[in-house]
């Protein structure tokens, strides 16, 4: 096609008049008749239709409605005139009592269930202010829903494997009224949803998905018009991906305008339609293969749930096969490396194909990013594409879908209350944390493979400048914080970050296995790209840990900055973590000795950290998966990064942003924002109940009581009965004066304010005196040692004043040797001198 001065058309112009003719075309769609097409408007007293659709009206045969009183309601068309299928919204039944809807399924398979919800005022009942739980047979829905936005529509899509002959869905009250304005209950293809799909953390199969439920977060047309109802042959909405894209600058959008092909057994008009397969947002590659960045789509989700991501993709904008490679990530996570269209089609151009992954609830944040990324193989242009987009929430514990309001994740607090439940005020605080931390930040990413750093993130990095790591970070630290490393030595003691030399995976970035040329062993952190707040956790790491020399915090060894990277390199710690030792792995457990002895270790570190230096440093992340084990089961306290300095002598706190890991947040940290090392306590206080227990500390799967283990830890605590909830495989090893001591200093740590704890120091005395009380031949009188602590002799202080001298002793250059360090004076030698009456 030629403009009218004879050029051919610009690329731009000619995508947008693609677009334009086909956003206003009928799509051709695939014939597909439905077993079960069930259009309910309810409180309607007559059918209604909606763009090619009629829905029946309210309790029209074969529908039958359960309810102990008739109330159908409406409100004025011009009320709802600007929403999509606003006729559907102009009534309602409303329900003052448990009420059903029941619907006969002709066969059984998997259906569409769809509701629609719009909170009007109708006589005396104000549905804003309706409270209710939506429910089947089998799977809960919305539990103590309540609608999020008053002035807007809600549109709730769920993919159920439906097993019996009749639907019922069930509104139950919680404050007096149920609603409902319209439902859908539609078969679709059983094969829709294949039972098994890609897992990227582990990188496994994940297989039962034909029979879990789900619900439709998202469903995005990337590069495309918004698809409507009437242009998808199984009625489904997608919109654009606009709004979702964090980087649209580095993007550009494609229509094909021709037929795309489908391959028998792989995708079909029924998958995705023609609109979306013929549409994509492509990577906005330039002609050298130094434009290293990717585009991303942020979308807002809720934590605490797996999630399958069904991505769609047609090779449209290549010219000829196999010239087109990139990488797809998933929450950070790589999903595939150097994805080759061409392979997938069975090299064929413009054919449909589909990839299923699988994110779990473990790594789901309340932002889900997905990314498009270039590929790292030789001599390929920087590319890469998207064509659709489908995000679905997975059934959790059996019951799949319990949070009640919002979409997205804009009201984080209150849906996870409501996954919670009895969880009580704290783990709603924690939540809240989390999503003031992720508004600050990019999504947590735990690349599975390494990508350049994107636009924004660089940009992020220098004031005005896109400067590079390298550059800003020489500067910054003027090559004074310990050994620069070349990243091509690096490079090669990873094997070329071999992602089978991984042997962790962070906010920062990944953990590498490295031999170095001398045999050394080193463990490599690598930053990941994505974080924005990569280079502040970077500096600060360098800068506190060559400041910094104790037998209990693992060692910096160097660092590389070079190319854009931010790589550092530290002893390497032959067992992995503490966390990888109680549960999700396959390392072996630890006994309860040992168990003792590593936290004795991790709380000699933070007493360190504490108490080193003139002012104390407050670690902010206390974990067990920042617990580190040598070959010798020596535990060391690791990963600085959020770390901050104390406050001054005069001042009892540092106020500052809140930062942390769920689950492991000092509650009054996030009340008042203000620091002290009594927040390392209380995180620490959550280990040793992790360290006791062996679970995780938030697990959504469990019943509502024990979803938080803080707070189910202490309830069994304050009745007298912790050895209910001990790890069945060390439970018959304990000792019953070790466990008492060990609760009593648990439930100190955990005290709701920080005043009420102990300090590490304290801590420390008491995890030997637990250890103390395990030694069968021991002879410790059965003292009070939390309420004794302030009149011990004053021998305890000189403790801590042995250790300081060790940062002292750093500074000035003091021996890397080990046996120099006089922070190795063993606590347990000192204690027994102090409470064994023989040793005084």
Known sequence: MMAPSGRKRPPAATTFILLCILSSLCVCKAQFKPADSYLVDCGSPKSTTVGQRTFASDGASPVKVSTSQEILAGTSANGVASFDN?????????????????FPIQKQGRHFIRLYFFPFTYQSYDLALAKFTVSTQDVLLLSDFQQPDKTAPLFKEYSLNITRDTLVISFKPSNGIAFINAIEVVSVPDDLIVDAAQMVNPMQQYSGLSAQPLETVYRVNMGGPKVTPDNDTLSRTWVTDQKYLLNPTVTKKFAYGKDVNYKKGGATQLTAPDIVYGTVTELAASNTSNALFNMTWQFDV?????????FHFCDIVSKALNQLYFNAYVGGFFAQNNLDLSVMSDNQLATATYID????????????????????????LPDGILNGLEVMKISTGGSAFTVGS???????????????????????????????????????????TWMPFSINGLTS??????????????????????????????????????ENWVIGVGGFGKVYKGVMRDETKVAVKRGNPKSQQGLNEFRTEIELLSRLRHRHLVSLIGYCDERNEMILVYEYMEKGTLKSHLYGSDNPSLNWKQRLEVCIGAARGLHYLHTGSAKAIIHRDVKSANILLDENLLAKVADFGLSKTGPE??????????KGSFGYL??????????????????????????????PVIDPTLPREMVNLAEWGMKWQKRGELHQIVDQRISGTIRPDSLRKFGETVEKCLADYGVERPSMGDVLWNLEYVLQLQDADSTVSDVNSMNRIVELPSQVQNVGALESISVTMAEAGASNDPDHDLS???MSRVFSQLIKAEGR
């Open 86 to 102: 606003s006729a559907l919204y102009q009534t309602a039944r409303i329900f003052t009592s448990p009420s059903s809807y029941t």
């Open 302 to 310: 809720d934590a605490g749930f797996s999630y399958l991501i069904r």
């Open 406 to 448: 919002g979409t997205g994740n804009k009201n984080l607090g209150v849906i996870l209350g409501a996954v919670l439940g009895g969880a009580g005020l704290l783990i709603i605080i924690v939540v809240l944390v989390l999503l003031c931390r992720k508004k600050k930040t990019l999504e947590k990413q735990h690349s599975k």
């Open 357 to 380: 992954v699988v994110l779990s609830s473990n790594d789901a944040s309340s932002k889900l990013g997905i990314s498009i990324g270039p590929s790292t193989l030789n001599n390929v």
């Open 649 to 658: 002598l005069d001042q009892t706190h540092v106020s500052t942003a809140v």
């Open 824 to 826: 190795d004076v063993s």
């Open 666 to 695: 000092d509650p009054e940290y996030f009340r008042r924002q203000q620091l002290t090392e009594k927040s390392d306590v209380y995180s620490f206080g959550v280990v040793l109940l992790e360290v006791l227990c062996a679970r």
């Open 461 to 498: 990095l220098s004031t005005g400048s896109r400067t590079s790591y390298g550059t800003t970070l020489t500067s910054g630290l003027n090559g004074s914080y310990g050994y620069r490393f070349a990243f091509s030595v690096l490079q090669e003691a990873t094997n070329n970050f071999d």
